[in-house]
């Protein structure tokens, strides 16, 4: 009798071929930028934590910020305000930040017009990670 098509043993050598390439291929290709990907998410995370917790100051407060939000750019650090009672602690960048030469990476300043912007400053692949006015 003729034989036609693949046996099922065979199908299970090709699948498994094809598992081990894909494997392979998903590792080699840039784990680098994954990985920057991925900081850079982390810091998508703590802008919007820190722009959210702000404005919850503001009004709080009567639309007023926290001391430390001007119109200069202010390390996130120096807004005391904000810990505990909004933040439970200061968010630190995955690379650049430095809890003990209080500099977080993360920078907040407002508008002349009043508008408040959150910033990563240390963001990868030349992305900007931002909220708010900038």
């Not at 959210?52 to 120096?78: L, R």
């Not at 005391?80 to 920078?107: Q, W």
Request: hydrophobic share 40%; charged share 25%; with cysteine.
């Amino acid at each position: 009798m003729k034989k036609e098509g693949l046996t099922i043993i065979e199908l299970i050598v090709v699948i498994g071929l094809m598992a081990v390439l894909a494997t392979v291929i998903l590792i080699t290709v840039s784990p680098a930028e994954r990985l920057a990907r991925a900081r850079n998410e982390a810091r998508e995370r703590d802008v919007e934590a820190i722009y959210a917790n702000i404005k919850q100051y503001a009004f709080q407060h009567g639309g007023a910020f926290p001391e430390c939000v001007t119109e200069t750019e202010t390390d996130i650090t120096g807004c005391d305000e904000l810990v505990p009672t909004y933040l439970a602690n200061f968010p630190m960048d995955p690379i650049c930040g430095d809890e003990t030469a209080g500099d977080s990476g993360y920078y907040v300043k407002r508008s002349p017009e009043g508008e408040l912007g959150v910033k990563a400053v240390c963001a990868e692949e030349e992305k900007e990670v931002v909220k708010g006015f900038w």
